[in-house]
């Protein structure tokens, strides 16, 4: 797991990308991107802010397939349902991802790779965290029921870019979620979809990146 930082100020703010592996493939091209706009404009850094992009949370998943069989890590563990808080050992799959077998782990934190970031992002106070998916669902908050600034985060995002908010709601069951966890430690945080599974968005998220890197709770 990759991790960039650019700016150095004490806001500290992070974009998590590829918690579902390949998958979700375009949510890491997007950080990729991200990280070679940034690296050639280092000036789009405030200079109060600090900015994190993990780029790969499931590297096991990016390296397997661009495909179904990229969401899991190597365990067969779904990195978005293996976070402590709400987490179950099981859920009702009816409206949710099914394609292929899948678990949420053992028990909560059972991969290196949720152990991982959540030191990482305890080790660090971050003021602000966008994880992006893939696709078109919209935005989510973090939060059951939403916290008031991952609400604002969300409906700033939605301005700026037409994603949806509120979300398309299928009825899924949603267990164990990063973004959950982060506003469990204080942290506003929001899943971003993007529009479809091989577009970055790119100009969108430009868009999106110019407005989080100047927001504030």
Do not use: K
Not at 147 to 173: F, K, M, N
């Amino acid at each position: 797991m990759e991790v960039y930082r650019f700016g150095t100020g004490g806001r500290q703010l992070l974009i998590v990308a590829g918690i579902h592996g390949g998958y979700e493939w375009n949510t890491i091209a997007l950080a990729d991107e991200f990280i070679a706009r940034l690296r050639d404009e280092p000036e789009r850094i405030p200079p109060e802010v600090s900015l994190y992009v993990l780029r790969a949370l499931n590297p096991d998943g990016e390296a397997r397939s661009r495909g179904s069989e990229g969401r899991a890590n190597d365990n067969g563990v779904d990195l978005n349902r293996n976070w402590p808080t709400n987490w179950h050992l099981d859920w009702d799959r009816t409206y949710c991802w099914h394609y292929l077998p899948i678990t949420a782990g053992p028990h909560p934190l059972s991969e290196p790779e949720t152990v991982a970031a959540l030191r990482f992002i305890l080790d660090h106070d971050f003021e602000g965290l966008l994880s992006y998916h893939s696709a078109a669902l919209g935005i989510f908050p973090g939060g059951s029921p939403p916290d008031t600034a991952s609400l604002r985060l969300a409906q700033a995002i939605a301005a700026v870019s037409g994603y949806l908010y509120p979300p398309r709601d299928y009825g899924c069951e949603y267990t164990g979620q990063f973004a959950d966890w982060a506003v469990s430690q204080g942290i506003p945080a929001v899943d971003v979809e993007l529009s479809t599974h091989d577009s970055t968005d790119f100009d969108i998220n430009v868009q999106v990146l110019e407005m989080f890197l100047n927001w504030r709770p």
